[in-house]
């Protein structure tokens, strides 16, 4: 009787199909390194493929993932280079929303790698040595179509992407890539953690038309230094981390005018916590704009000095502080001390002059009175000396 119990039948159909068991196994391809099946995830029930450290050193697997399969994570393995269509050819993975490709050491996707990802919504490449350049030792990594197949793609993490000491073209690499990506849907980027020092392409980022969330925290950045005007749905801008000294009146301009921007709904939210900012009088502008803008700027209040643990938004007087200048009242009293100690010192001159002139007038009536004054000294002195030497042990 228990053999007619549907549940039982389900499974079964359902290994036979899948070629994955139920019990969380994923097939004897997967070497049993890799667990599937319905787990919760992101607070509801989803199909995952879960290859965590599993230190595989091809994708061949991914051909054979169920069907059904909504989230894929593949971390933790040693992918150099990404051959064409990882998912095969033939597959149909339309519920696969979620792919989290960490940690790979992957250095090269071809332009043909994603196949079949039309309905992925997230992609995760962090923590990879990806190079996107034309011209990086002979070998031309860059396929700017390399994510054209994520025609839903909503967001895409980056985050220690690429190789170390990547040029500065990056910026021009990535801007190919999303100008022919088409990446028309994606809000969120990460860019954390990539050593950008600045964008040599300003108009990096204006081929992403929804783009709402840029995140370039934990990089080397001093200035906004790519065009922010032309992302119209901008919420929020990361610039933690970075190597700001100081934020430029250009670019606090700029932020006000993206805040002010008519049929804005969202408010413009900035970071720049945890910068090196110096605080001297040209810190002033940036204190009074933190204290006025209508830009959310976040936890504005915990912003710090890198020299003093002063808080900028309280920050009494800078060091040259307009404060700190002299008034109009002081300047005029200080003139009129110098001109006092001025008159002060010619005076003593001209006395000591007159006095000059006197006694070189009267010289014979001074040398007159001195000479017995004078007489009488040396006379006394010499008597002192005999006496001393003559009579040296007088006293008893
Ligand atoms: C994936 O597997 C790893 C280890 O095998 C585990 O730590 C992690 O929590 C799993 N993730 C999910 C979403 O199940
Ligand atoms: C990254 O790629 C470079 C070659 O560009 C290689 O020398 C280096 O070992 C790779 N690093 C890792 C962690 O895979
Ligand atoms: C990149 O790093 C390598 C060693 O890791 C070094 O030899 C090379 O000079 C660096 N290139 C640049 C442009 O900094
Ligand atoms: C880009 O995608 C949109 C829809 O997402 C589509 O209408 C358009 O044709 C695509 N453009 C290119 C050049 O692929
Ligand atoms: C930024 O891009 C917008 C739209 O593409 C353009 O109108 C504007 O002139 C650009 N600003 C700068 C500073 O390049």
Not at 182 to 203: A, P, Y
């Amino acid at each position: 009787m228990k053999l007619f119990y549907p549940g039982l039948w389900l499974l079964l159909i359902y290994s036979c199909v899948f070629g994955a068991s139920p019990d969380g196994s994923c097939g004897p391809k997967f070497q049993n390194k890799c667990s599937c099946g319905e787990v919760d995830y992101e607070g509801h029930k989803q199909y995952v493929v879960n290859c965590t450290n599993t230190g595989f050193r091809d994708t061949s697997v991914l051909e054979f993932m169920p069907e059904e399969t909504q989230v894929l994570i593949f971390t933790g393995n040693f992918i150099p280079e990404l051959p064409w269509n990882v998912f095969g050819s033939i597959n149909d993975y339309s519920t696969l929303t979620i792919v989290d490709m960490s940690n790979n050491h992957i250095r090269e996707i071809r332009g043909k790698s994603y196949h079949h990802v039309q309905n992925v919504r997230r992609l995760i490449l962090n923590h990879n040595n990806l190079s996107i350049s034309r011209d990086d030792d002979e070998v031309n990594h860059h396929h700017p179509r390399v994510f054209s197949n994520f025609i839903n793609l909503e967001s895409l993490h980056l985050t220690n992407a690429f190789a170390d000491n990547t040029s500065a073209e990056l910026s021009e690499d990535l801007h190919d890539i999303f100008m022919n990506s088409n990446l028309t849907k994606l809000q969120k980027l990460h860019l954390e953690q990539n050593e950008i020092s600045h964008f040599q392409d300003r108009k990096v980022f204006c081929d992403l038309p929804s783009l709402r969330d840029l995140h370039l925290g934990d990089n080397l950045l001093k200035e906004i230094n790519f065009n922010v005007t032309c992302m119209k749905n901008l919420r929020f801008l990361d610039f933690e981390r970075n190597k700001f000294d100081n934020v430029k009146v250009k670019d606090m301009a700029l932020l006000d005018a993206l805040e002010r921007r008519p049929g804005r709904t969202d408010l413009l939210v900035v970071d720049f916590g945890l910068n090196p900012f110096v605080c001297d009088c040209n810190i002033v502008p940036f204190q009074k704009w933190l204290l006025h803008t209508l830009v959310t700027v976040r936890n504005k209040e915990s912003l710090m000095c890198s020299q003093s643990n002063d808080r900028i938004i309280d920050l009494e007087a800078p060091v040259c502080d307009v404060k700190a200048l002299p008034t109009v009242e002081e300047v005029a009293s200080a003139t009129h001390t110098a001109i006092l100690v001025f008159l002060l010192i010619v005076l003593s001159f001209i006395l000591l002059a007159l006095l000059v002139v006197l006694a070189y007038m009267s010289r014979e009536k001074i040398k007159h009175v001195m000479t017995p004054v004078l007489d009488n000294v040396s006379k006394k002195v010499h008597y002192t000396t005999i006496k001393d030497e003559e009579c040296p042990e007088v006293h008893v």
